[in-house]
């Protein structure tokens, strides 16, 4: 640590009371301070009192800045925030910053009002701006200064060892004592105490007039009404209920069967119940039904039928429709006369329904009617492939008089697979045949145009029934290309709305600009949300479907790297880890990214992955804390529950039994620099997947007339193949060591013990030489390409990219320059071999069971790339909704702050594209780091689409040429260089949606 000087003026030192004692220091003079003599300082920060220009202070610093904030250039680097703490302006020119009292920095002119901040970047980038300053903190720890050109010392921090992305901050704001904290708020207020920064807010779209639901709702009115049916009981009956006191002479009550296609029977189309009597003001009336009116529904398979109220008039009165019904059960409106309908145990006839059981679920089958308990609709969304939302779609028969079926997603993906099957009664077609399937597409697009295009002539009212489980939103959506008029909007959200068991939960979600303007007319007479009202404050946020077994442990974010894990642990922790060693499923408090590298794992893993804000106090998950659990994450949220021992080792045996050995392809022929124009992708068992694939980028010619041409892709790339780590991972004595260690039980048993032996395995690879003629000709080709500039060593192995195991983020990439010892060639390769045996990659590849005997690891070269304006992953399929391939997801960043491993509480943009739909780009989140702003411009996301969508059309026919992954999709990153932000593609690779199986009835498109 540095030695501390200070001026030896009697009583100077930092700030005790806000001023240095009022000793006047004297000026600094050339960069110092004058009278300065060498003492040692006794650093400590200023206090809360102080006065005029004593009420500069120290805010907030952080010494690595690897995604924090950017500066003007895009670029982040460390920095330094001032806050004026007092009620009077100051003036900046009379202060001094620095790390010693013998260099300390002038700070720009200008006035700095009463609360307001100032940052300072910390980079020797002097050329930049008067922000920026020539010197760079120590992340290893050291002190920073400020001084006053006539006051002396004013304020003087002792900073310690900073991890990447920690700052040292004031809490509260300006005044408070500093304190460690991952979470960073440069150039806005700290927060009380250490604390997430709230989440960068996607605004709504639109804000639509309020609507306020009636109660209760529907209004019972004055007519008699049908009030509770028990038709599956030894002695079945019907209630009537009236609001007002009337003969029942001539009303008929009449039963019938149905089955889907059907019409609503007319008056005289069932089974008659004839009333008569006198009933009473807000009296129930009961009403037996004989045998002989229940013999076509107790022959129907699904007890589906109608019951219909009609006056003597014909005209009808009341009407429900039922199927599903459980033995013993009633149906019953939940409030006598008026509300909705549910079924419940213990019929109340002739008494209030609030006396019955309600039910909690019942068995449903293809469809239902209306949600009648508590689980239908989990039921039957249930299936459904898109994450983070439940959906049940609707078919309202127009034909029929309004018939409803709302459908089961796991038999029914499309409004027209159940029209064909079950209405119109066609053969059912195998999708997954090609001619089969040519058929359907043909249907589909004739029912598409008569059912989406249309408007009045239309048979049916096709929706979509939502709920998403980032903050329990419940909606309505009609497709975007449905042309539904705003009457038909109006009469199926109604319709729709007297079916659910809380219709005050549902809101109607415009899917499109056309949609919206037409819902702008029923602006307060039915409830409406934006259409990004999904990811407006989230709670929670699925991110890969699976189950696992496992101790649940709440593990703090710095802790982490230390920590002890392994396949029977589920990791709970505060924020979203960079790395996370082989674990059974993770639990943050954080949001993350879809791309976030602990994601691609838990993808890779089948593993359970899920962000639930302050989940350690959630009571969904609290009380498990410290147990074994089943942990599911599914379409709709998660569930946990305790598990015996015995459930976890069958699912471990279980997956175990399905997992087949990975062999990695190994060509060992392959030697020396190796230009990447040379090779495509049958150089991977030579120079590695990453490589390889960008060999083959390289070659493509995109077709696409807004993109067409060649991919820009890092000029001039070049690769080493593998088979020189092999050959130094020999010599260096590492793969001897590492095969006496897997003789040891212990090593192969316990984490510890595991991670201490491939640290002696790394430690061998990183201390021994590289052999000089192949250092030689590594340097030698970066300085004739790239001079002495800052160049990028790419991991590269032939682990990444198997089947089932994409090996992402496993391993190290190095920035070396030529002539810098502290960035030299030979250091940065030698830790990117040794990459290859981190216990966190070991591990990974033993739950896959690849043979590691077969590793080898290439390095991808080519320049780094600086101040970069932006950098994006993008996938050419629905990260979410992997049957979507008319969606491709992206996430974006400003400048080079990373978007697969963002700093603790940086929001990077996310948003997905959708092909042929209005509006083609739906926002899902916002940058942090640009306030809100977009971080690219429209014709830069357009090119950005287009370019992944044709690097996807490229890779299919030699990645995929049998069509046999039916979720196949490409992975690119990109960035945006160079005062034109041109778009550069640094990576192409196949993305995995890991153990996912595709349903099988090729549903996909």
């Known amino acids: 640590m540095k030695r501390i000087f200070v001026l030896t003026l009697l009583g100077l030192g930092a700030c005790s009371s806000g001023t240095n004692g009022g000793v006047d220091a004297g000026v600094i003079d050339g960069g110092r301070p004058l009278g300065w003599d060498g003492g040692v300082v006794n650093c400590a920060p200023a206090s809360a009192v102080c006065s005029g220009a004593a009420c500069l202070r120290l805010n907030e610093a952080a010494a690595k800045n690897e995604g924090i904030w950017l500066d003007e250039e895009l670029e982040t680097e460390d920095f330094v925030e001032l806050v004026n703490a007092g009620d009077m302006p100051i003036e900046l020119g009379d202060f001094f910053i620095g790390d010693e009292p013998d260099q300390t920095h002038r700070l720009a002119g200008g006035q700095l009002g009463p609360g307001e901040r100032r940052l300072l970047w910390l980079d020797k980038d002097l050329d930049q701006g008067p922000l920026h300053h020539d010197f760079k903190l120590s992340s290893s720890g050291e002190p920073l200064m400020l001084w006053h050109v006539q006051k002396g010392l004013i304020d003087c921090w002792e900073l310690p060892a900073l991890s990447p992305n920690q700052v040292m901050a004031r809490f509260p704001d300006a005044l408070g004592a500093p304190g460690l904290c991952s979470f960073a708020s440069p150039d806005a207020p700290n927060p009380d105490s250490c604390s997430p920064p709230p989440p960068a807010v996607v605004p709504p779209d639109y804000v639509y007039a309020e609507f306020a639901w009636p109660d209760p709702w529907p209004q019972a009115g004055s007519s008699p009404r049908l009030n509770e049916l028990a038709l599956r009981q030894d002695q079945p009956f019907i209630e009537i209920w009236s609001g007002q006191s009337r003969s029942l ?143 049940v779609k609707s078919v309202i028969d127009r034909q029929a008089g309004g018939v409803v079926h709302l ?30 399937a040519a058929v359907f597409r043909a249907g589909w697009r004739q029912f598409s145009a008569d059912q989406y295009e249309a408007v009045d002539s239309r048979r049916y009212y096709l929706s979509t029934l939502v709920r998403s489980s980032s903050n329990a939103l419940h909606t309505l959506e009609f497709v975007t290309g449905d042309q539904v008029s705003t009457a038909q909007i109006n009469e199926v959200f109604w319709l729709l709305m007297r079916r659910m068991l809380k219709p005050d939960l549902w809101h109607l979600r415009p899917q499109s600009s056309g949609q919206h303007d037409k819902v702008l007319a029923l602006q307060g007479s039915l409830p409406m949300v934006a259409e990004n009202a999904p990811f407006i404050g989230m709670q929670e946020q699925p991110l890969n479907a699976a ?156 077709t696409r007339s807004s993109c067409a041409g060649a991919v820009n892709t890092p000029a001039d790339a070049f690769a080493l193949p593998l088979v020189h780590s092999v050959e130094h991972f020999s010599a260096s004595g590492a793969q001897g060591l590492l095969q006496e260690l897997l003789g040891d039980p212990l090593f192969q048993s316990h984490p510890q013990r595991r991670a201490e032996g491939l640290e002696r395995v790394q430690q061998l690879i990183l201390q021994h030489a590289v052999e000089p003629a192949l250092l030689a000709s590594l340097t030698e080709g970066i300085r004739s390409r790239y001079g002495q500039a800052r160049t990028r060593l790419r991991s590269s192995s032939n682990t990444e990219d198997l089947p089932g195991f994409n090996g992402a983020g496993l391993y190290r990439s190095v920035s070396v320059e030529v002539g810098n010892e502290e960035r030299s060639v030979a250091d940065g390769l030698r830790q990117v071999w040794a990459s290859l045996w981190s216990a966190r990659a070991f591990d990974e590849r033993s739950w896959f069971k690849v043979d590691q005997s077969l590793l080898g690891m290439g390095v991808l070269v080519h320049a780094a790339y600086r101040s970069e304006k932006a950098n994006g992953v993008g996938i050419s399929r ?4 992997p049957n979507r391939g008319d969606i491709h997801s992206m996430i974006v960043q400003a400048g080079e702050a990373s978007v697969t491993n963002p700093a603790p509480g940086v929001q990077a943009e996310s948003f997905i594209f959708r092909f042929g ?52 999709a490409m992975d690119i990153e990109f960035k945006l260089v160079g005062p034109e932000r041109q778009l550069l593609v640094k990576q192409a690779r196949p993305f995995s949606f890991g153990a996912l199986e595709p349903v099988g009835d090729c549903r996909e498109f």
Request: glycine share 8%; net charge negative.
């Open 878 to 881: 629905s990260i979410l909704n």
């Open 547 to 702: 189950v696992s077994f496992g101790l649940l442990r709440f593990i703090a974010y710095h802790e982490l790297a230390s920590a002890t894990l392994g396949a029977q642990i589920i990791v709970l922790t505060d924020e979203v880890p960079n790395e996370l060693a082989l674990s059974a499923g993770l639990i943050t408090e954080s949001f993350q990214t879809p791309l976030a590298h602990v994601n691609l794992l838990a993808k890779n893993r089948g593993t359970p992955n899920l962000a639930l804000r302050d989940a350690r106090n959630d009571p969904r998950v609290a009380p498990f804390l410290d147990q074994l659990i089943r942990f599911e994450v599914h379409s709709g949220g998660f569930s946990i529950r305790l598990a015996s021992a015995e459930e976890a080792q069958d699912h471990e045996a279980q997956r175990l039994a399905e997992q087949e050995v990975l062999r990695p392809r190994r060509d060992l022929d392959l030697r020396g620099v190796q230009p990447l124009g040379h090779h495509g992708l049958e150089a991977l068992p030579g120079l590695g997947a990453k490589a390889a694939h960008l060999a083959q980028l390289e070659q493509f010619r995109l």
């Open 407 to 436: 459908l089961s997603s796991a038999r029914f993906d499309l409004h027209y697979t159940f029209v064909r099957r079950l209405i119109e009664a066609q053969a059912e077609l195998d999708r997954c045949d090609p001619e089969e």
């Open 249 to 391: 002479d001539g009303l008929r009550v009449e039963l019938a069967a149905m089955q889907p296609g059907e019409s609503y029977p007319e008056v005289g189309g069932g089974y008659l119940l004839p009333l008569s009597g006198e009933i009473e003001a807000g009296e129930m009336r009961v009403f037996a039904v004989g045998p002989e009116a229940m013999s076509a529904l107790d022959a129907s398979p699904d007890f589906e039928g109608v019951v219909s109220l009609f006056n003597a008039e014909g005209e009808l009165l009341d009407r429900v429709d039922f199927m599903h019904w459980p033995d013993d059960a009633v149906l019953a409106r939940q409030g006598d006369g008026a509300a909705t309908w549910h079924l419940c145990y213990g019929s109340s006839a002739n008494q209030s329904n609030r006396t019955c059981e309600p039910l909690a679920s019942r068995a449903l089958g293809e469809r239902a009617h209306r949600l009648l308990t508590p689980a239908d609709f989990e039921t039957l969304s249930t299936g459904g492939r898109a994450l983070g939302i439940q959906a």
């Open 917 to 968: 739909r209005s509006p083609e780009v739906v926002y899902q989140r916002r940058s942090s780091l640009t306030r809100g702003a977009p971080v690219l411009q429209t014709v830069e996301l357009r090119q950005a689409i287009c370019t992944l969508a044709g690097i996807h059309s490229a890779f299919r026919p030699l990645l995929d040429p049998d069509n046999a992954n039916r979720y196949f």
